[in-house]
């Protein structure tokens, strides 16, 4: 967990947030609001196989968020999946 929110502090667009959890196996990243984040998902997965599970499949009112999932997973696995998701996410945003 405190690999992927180094990478985050360090690689996130400054136009999007997350939450540093208190425990649990989960990340949230916000990003800007009206943002699709399931489209976000496909590019991500299409363009730099990685992606994250889009909020809305939590919450109806999340749709521009996502989940990173942070339990099962190797530290190196993690800190690489997250640097792409951070690549991932500064050229959709820009995309856009």
Request: charged share 20%; with cysteine; glycine share 6%.
């Amino acid at each position: 967990m405190c690999a992927v929110m180094e990478v985050l502090t360090k690689n996130m667009p400054p136009e999007c947030k997350f939450h540093r959890p208190e425990g649990g196996y989960y990340v949230w990243l916000q990003l800007p609001a009206g943002t699709d984040a399931a489209d976000f998902c496909d590019y991500s997965l299409k363009n730099h196989g990685a992606t994250a599970f889009p909020g809305k499949f939590f919450s109806e009112s999340k749709t521009n968020c996502l989940r990173i999932a942070v339990a099962y997973h190797e530290k190196a696995e993690l800190v690489a999946a997250t640097e792409l998701i951070c690549t991932a996410l500064r050229a959709y945003l820009q995309k856009s």
